[in-house]
């Protein structure tokens, strides 16, 4: 019988239908619907709501705090453009300048963004190195970094131990090609199995989820010409597993949202429950004096239109019959739900480690220093500093593969190690940290004019040679200005030497 090789392991069928695949894939499905939203999609509770008759009118109220929770996360890790260094970090070298253009053809702010927003909710993402195209209508090839969808990964761990990675399968389903007839029902797999140094493919036809036989890579015009094996020459393997967060007896990451399923559909219900009981009681009805409403015997009807009118006659008995007609009013005696929403929402952000103030929600009004923001974040700094031990070590290691490919298949210099300057994702209090430089260094200068520059207007190279050459000329200018005004010094030279 025909099967797929991971490991040691062997399938049959596609996907894989072990349970950890099943629970897995389950939770990708779970999680992406509670990020966009979906919640209705996900919690049975609201399920048997919208089935229900009387129920059907109920307007289902998403407190979406899962989504905003992963934004709040993909902004403070990825808002402010990490800068990556090669080697020395000199700005002119052949390694800088390739690392730079590796950066910007894949616009790797905008992939790292991306790539830490699937993280937070699905609880892993992964980066793929490959040499090629960008296109069909480019020209040259290149270093193309890019993401890969975790539902299609499946990996080879050591059987000794479960995190240490030996490589992995990425496996998807295409539909085939379109006959003559301009339609194929058939469904191919597509296999991509990475090891160190090699890319092995496969073509695999499938009837339903069943596997049945190996099939040419020819069968799609776009793999005609794709080798089975393909030599990267490079040692290591071609892509990077990046988890949210894990344990460590365990090879998969966590989602952010593991622990607060419960609390977003208490949320939402409670929510959703008061609009309803705010639209039943929208309407007050109008009570009348006895005798206002009579009967009509020839044509069995009230004479005022009761059913319109949503009103109550009173028994005569009644004491209140003298403040008549007036509206009936109802007191909701909401207070109570509205403080457990305000406890459901303290308790999401704790357990989320995230602040209110990341949200807009605390304390307004206040212009607080960058120090104070920074110690009422402090447990949301850590959560984001705990995400980036992960990236930090995956992106070193994607970027020197696509250096080590430029410099093999394409016209890159020789790759070197990488570093990361990380920024902290707050704004930044200018005035506070020049305060502290002044008094940690008694007032003397603490940076030359090239790095502060290149720090504030964020520009390196050839932009920032022109830009010093500017304010050189400007200081020029205005010192001719000046010349003859005032009394002339000159400055003793380097070897101390100089007129008085």
Partial sequence: MPYITIGRN????????????????????RARLLFKG????????????????????????????????????????????????????????????GLNEIVNNNTLAT????????????????????????????????????????????????????????????????????????SNDKK???????????????????????IQSRAPLKTFPEYAELEDVQETQYPGLLFEFVPNWRLDDEF?????????????????????????????????????????????????????EKEDLESIEVNPQEETVGNLPRYLTWDAQLEAAFKQIEKLLEFAFMVSETSPDAFGLGERGRAESGRALKFRLLRLLAKINRKKLYFDQA??????????????WGRGPEPVDIRTEWKDGLPADELENAQVEEIRTGSKATTSVRSAVRRLDGIDGTQLDEELEEIQGDEGAGAGADEGNGPQITLPSSTGEGEE
Wanted: proline letters at 5%; hydrophobic letters at 35%.
């Fill in 10 to 29: 062997e399938y049959d069928c596609w996907p894989p239908n072990d349970e950890q695949t099943k629970q897995r894939l389950e939770n990708y499905y």
């Fill in 38 to 97: 979906k919640h209705q999609d996900v919690f049975e509770r609201i399920q048997r709501w919208l089935e229900r008759e009387q129920d059907k009118a109920i307007t289902y109220v998403v407190c979406n705090f899962a989504g905003l929770l992963s934004k709040v996360a993909a902004d403070m890790l990825f808002g402010e453009i990490p800068r990556f260094i090669a080697g020395e970090g000199q700005e002119d070298s052949p390694e800088q300048v």
């Fill in 111 to 182: 992939l790292n963004y991306e790539m830490a927003l699937s993280a937070s909710w699905r609880g892993e993402t992964i980066y793929k190195v490959r040499f090629g195209k960008f296109g069909d209508w480019a020209d040259e090839e290149h270093a193309i970094i890019e993401s890969a969808s975790p539902g299609v990964f499946w990996p080879i761990l050591d059987d000794d131990n479960v995190r240490a990675l030996q490589g992995g399968v990425f496996g998807w389903v295409k539909q085939a090609p379109g006959n003559s007839s301009g």
């Fill in 188 to 210: 191919y797999l597509r296999i991509e199995r990475q090891l160190p140094g090699r890319i092995e493919n496969e073509l695999w036809q499938l009837d339903g989820r069943k």
């Fill in 252 to 304: 998969w990451g966590i989602s952010d949202y593991y622990d607060l399923e419960s609390i977003f559909d208490e949320m939402n219900n409670r929510v959703s429950r008061i609009s309803r009981v705010l639209d039943k009681h929208e309407s007050p009805k109008l009570i009348l004096p006895p005798g206002i409403m009579k009967w009509d015997d020839q044509y069995q009807r009230w004479y005022i």
């Fill in 395 to 408: 992106l070193k290691n994607v970027l020197y593969a696509a250096m080590y490919l430029e410099n093999v």
